[in-house]
């Protein structure tokens, strides 16, 4: 019980700071290192810091354990389809500058989408292992 | 209230991070606070105790003070460890937290442990058991001028 | 009539699709048996087609496996010579199998046949091979082929007796007889057979020996001593495996390629490079002597023939070491000589071993008064070994000794005439125990009665063919002058 | 001059705790000299980005930060109970 | 400046090789199938250093080659560190997996009692 | 098609991948076993055309994102790459079908699916590995490839197989980052990571920078042979095969260790070649040694086996020194051996093991005792057995004779004319070995518990005879291995300094 | 930038180093967990705070200095929770500091009062 007042209290107050700061640094993938890989971890190692606090229920409250294996291949097949979007749109894989009229903002889109897959496929699994090891735990 | 301060906070803290300041990455933070709070609201955490903002305006009086405690024991500690003999004399204790609220005795225990020199190894009700590396450490702590501090701090007296 | 090209091809291909009839028809033994006759018929048949086409030397180039390695066949006279020999005796070895694994309720007959057929293609492949790697590829197509048939038994002995040959056989032909080809291939920078050879004045006489040396025990099949012992191990299969291997195929392959090896790849200079009386003389007179001392002393009558065999090769390769043509011509004519001698004998110790159950010499008492056809053609078979008229083992025998005597090659001469009176020693005793020794009361020999018939034919006929080769020595003597050049 | 001075400073704090780490002797010196270890390597990426003029590297410092915080809870709680999600509303009893 | 940065170039190599030494030594030494894991990330993170600071001489003396090159091809290093950092941690997740199974089946996570009790099976 | 064409370097690759992420989502195994298959091939086809376009019309280079090297990576399918594709492609597409009963037979019913994801993340890193050209991309297939075989050992029925597991995992992770250590090494000297840019400037820093050249050398050679089980490096390797799902190991034997060797020669040949003169210094002479060793050690442990799989796994080793053997010889003739090696050993050894699958799957055991007579109860399961046998000896009419004959032509190009009887003489253990399974599986009395034996079902006696056939036919028609191999080593000689 | 911040961001970052440095020591020197932690605290405290002041004054007003104060702020709050929690873990495990003087004892026995829930 003790140790749940100081953990609970510190906790809580930085748990979405972590959350917004594994925003931050997914939006900001293109200019500081970073970018979904990071995001993901961060967001994965705040749902184990809500298991570790508040108990698995709670961990399983914001991040279900079925949606978490359902995100690994659906981030890996984002990552994947954008690339094939450029290939079908003509260009070469990963080419994204097609999937805009300015071949800038279509980069941009690309990375977005990219970022994206990264950070649910990397989210999803951390997740999942915590989630693995916890049951093996038990 | 409280949902709109927190969603402040973070939006402050993304603008404070980003340092880009376009209108696509400015609409992201706003929608990514909202996520934020949304997702603490889910998690239970945005309650008074995880979210104290009545405490902060009182934070530019409480800190500056602990940062030169914490300093000075520093120092002090340095001495020890520096010192040949390594005259130190480990000490427990237990001191009563004046504190009404959580978030005042965390803060209260929070600030013992930050101050090198002590530590807060157990919280039971409002007594904290405190290892202190010095007997004098231990005693000046036992006189409570911090826990009055914290108190004041946390808005009671 | 077929091109001869096709004709070379068609006798290596005629045993393979027998081997498959054999396999087809294996539910029923007499179609089976047919098979096997007819297979072999056809196969003498296309080798005698290509008997006149000899003076041509006809190829037939399949492909280049890689550069430098052709799969490719070519009529030579010795090689001719060979397969005339083997594919003729295949028909009478199959008569005798049919007889022999019928009266013995041999188990397995269907592989049994179907490995003799492969084995016949093989040799068919060595004896026909334009170059080294051709007759390389089937020398060792031959070895597997027949090591089923050592171990047909499958018992502990069997096994013990399938590893040494195929552990000698193969492993010789990896280590000494494969270096040896790479070796050459590098200096020669080919690999087909030439007559004259092609390592003349390529290299020098150090590397010429030890080619020779690598060719010489690489080449197993020749039982030179000492990696002789596979041959006595393998007595434990059927009678007309040792006669396949004996007489047919396989230590004739060994001494042909030893023969091929030495006219075709090093050449008469080549090896005149070495000087007289080189170590091949020595090691082959060494085994000749040791070989037949040993037999001397054998009671156990295959083991005998075994290690007569290994003495008599060791006259043919002693023909190559005395370097006169005349020897060569002597030992080419030995390899026939010694097949129909040595078959002859081994149909004989089957046909004893069949119809008496008998299998050492000391209980062969009496035995020709009951099996007149089997010991008369025994003893055809054993003047033939010692060499002596009317046989055809005596031509080759002569033509080596004069060779040896024109080189003033003494110590050949010595090893021939030695050998000749301890082949004497160890099979005269036999013949004359067979017909005028009291066979022993109530033993077997009393049950009177021959052994089958397809036996007997087949001995009788392997025994009436050595004795015409003597008379009528026209082709193989016309086919070995053609392999020196004359 | 003064980043490269820090920069060594760090480095042998860094020598130093790793020692602590490996000679234990308890688990919990070696979670101790870990989360030092931890806080040290993140100094170091801060004060290496400024001296290579990569201020981006305080982001890597913060997410490491993160992270070494919750590893050390979450091997304290493995310690503690053996199981890392350990419901703290079930645990009532001291 | 450019002495302050080979010196802290220095440094990355210093502690490069001492991290892989020290992860080597607990790989070989520590029989601990979960100190092994450990030793092989801190081996693993020796790499991170290396690809922080790019198209320099070993030992800083000067940029080899023309300018040029350094300046275009230039992978963002942190890029590479970070797959670095991602497949560092896949691996120890899965060593760790397999570690738990190992104790499940084995009930020891001690390599010589395991292999100890797969010579008497 | 004409749209397809230009992107087949990035579909060889692409293919695999999207279908490990498809079946990935699948929760049953039939689906996810059609879909590994039908992906599996296409990849040949993909192969076969790039194998195609590079002998026609010179090497491939597609960059992604449409970067220009040394910018982006490059994928860069020369004659070598192509080669090695193909090989891989072809013996996934040929084996696929043995996988099924197998697996099903060996694996826990609810990691089918899984299996299948796993396996097809593994054949695109493999083929990740081939086809690109930048050093780091490398590193990151190889992991990715690593890491899944990790994990298709680890679902083996034995225990055993999570420390063979665990065991390969330290030693692979060691091996791939003592290699990302040499290309890092490089890349500090060269600021770049694109290979062909790499070995451009290699040559410019030799003058100055030799000792780390050299350093990054010693890394890469030492990282690689990890993976490829070089000698004495090869200690994952025998448990890992043993204990793995045998159609898992089937899958490994071939491929896996053949493309570390791709990515070795690439190294030596493509990269460090060019730039630094190997006469200098005595790599030929120490891979040549290693190599020997191998074909020794490994034979002669393997002769003493009493498990086939193991058996066959250290018979492995002693395979792979043959190969780099070639490699280390580093002359016309012996680097087409070894190259032609890569491919004959791959068939034959992967008809072994789905012999094996086959015998485990119908017997139950793959002890030599348990074999005991198993050539009545699957005769052609072990003819199959035995014509590989026979390759792996390297009797003529086999595709391992035409291995072993560059290899020692080469060995004598060199002058090295001992190593000739090492090669015939390494052989012959071969023998011993291989004819200690045949005698007991043609010769012995069936046992009572294999009384029920049969061959397996046609998807795994089908590509069994095909791979027992290839190893026949390769061993008289040469064209599509002698023939590729001595061009390319041709080139890769050629460009050397 | 003034002489006066570079001198004063020096200083800061000698003493951030020295605190580092000492507290590293005694997390050598000291006897027993417990006492370590003290040593580790004052890298986490003096030592960060220090050096962290003297790269913010060296980056002046800029992002950089916000985030140095994250980083700050991240140290103050979490720092403590984790050593807590160490000291908890190592009690819970029957781990006893070394003490010189216990005065639990002549405080013990009072009952709490009932804390009003926030
Ligand atoms: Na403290
Ligand atoms: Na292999």
Redesign the pocket.
Known sequence: MSLDLILRVGTKLILPFILLFALYVQFHGDYGPGGGFQAGVITAGMVVLVGITFGLEAAHRIAPQGLMQFMVPLGVLIYAGTGVAGLILGRNYLDYSVLAHDPAHGHEYGIIFVEAGVLITVAGTMTAIFYAFVERGR | MRYLALGAALYAFWLALSGHYTPYLMTAGAICAVVCVLAAIRMRTADREGFPYELFWRVPTYYPWLAFEVLKSAWAVAKLILHPRLPISPTMTVVRGSQRTTTGLATYANSI???????TVGVNGNDLTVHALVRDGAVDLESGGMDRRVTRFEGGA | MPAPATLLLLAIAIPLAGALGIALAGSRPNLREAVTLLTAALLFAAVLALLPAVGARPEANLYEVAPGLALAFKLEPLGMLFALVASGLWIVNSIYSIGYMRANKEPRQTGFYVCFAIALASTMGIALAKNLFTLFLFYEALTLSTYPLVTHKQNAEAVRAGRIYLGLLLGTSLVLFLPAIIGTYIIAGTLDFTPGGILGGKATPLVIGILLGLFAFGIGKAALMPLHFWLPAAMVAPTPVSALLHAVAVVKAGVFTILKVATMIFGADALASLGNSSWPTIVAGTTVLAASLVALRQDNLKRLLAYSTVSQLSYIVLGVAILAPISMVGAAMHIAAHALGKITLFFAAGSIYTAAHLTEVSELDGIGRRMPWTMGAFAVGALAMIGLPPTAGFLGKWFILTGAMQTANWLAVTVIILSTLLNAGYFLPIVFRAFFREPPSGGAAHQAGEAPWPIVLALTATATGTVLLFFAPGIPYELAQLMIGR | MMFAAAAGAILVSLALAITRAIRGPTVFDRVLAGNTVGTLAIMLLAVVGFLTGRPEFLDLGLTYGLLNLIGTLAVLKFFRHGDLAYDADTERQP | MSTLISLAQHYNYIITIFLMMGGLYIVVARGNMVKKLVGLSIFQTSVYLLYIEPAKIVGGTAPILDPAFSIYSNPLPHVLILTAIVVGVATLALGLALVVRINEAYGTIEESEIIEMDREA | MSAVWPHLPVLQVVVPLLGAVLVGFMRHEKPAFALALLVNWTLPFIAGALLWQVLTSGPISYHLGGWEPPWGIEYRVDALSAFVLALISIIGAVTIPAARQSINFEVEDWRHPWFYCIYLLCLAGLLGITITGDAFNAFVFLEISSLSTYVMIAVGADRRALVASFQYLIMGTIGATMYVIGVGLLYLLTGTLNMADMAGRLGQAWAGQSQTIITALAFITVGISLKLALFPLHGWLPNAYAYAPSWATVFLSATATKVAIYLLIRYYFSIFGVAVDFAALPISEIIVALSLAAMFVASFVAVFETDVKRMLAYSSVAQIGYITLGIGLADQAGLTGGLVHIVNHALMKAALFVAMSAIFLRAGTVTLDGLAGIGRKMPLTLTAFTVAGFGLIGTPGTSGFISKWYLAIGALERGWWPIVFLIVGSSLIALVYVGRVLEVAWLREPSPEIAKASDPPLSILLPLMVLAAATVYLGFDTQWTVGIAADVARDLIGGLK | MTLAVDVASWICILLGSFFIVVGALGLVRLPDVFTRM?GA?IIDTAGVGFLVLGMALQAGASLVTFKLVFLLALFFFTGPVVTHALAQACLHENVRPILAEDRRGAREGRDEPERRQP
Do not use: A, N
């Open positions: 442990t930050l101050t090198p020199g002590t530590i | 003290h605290s």
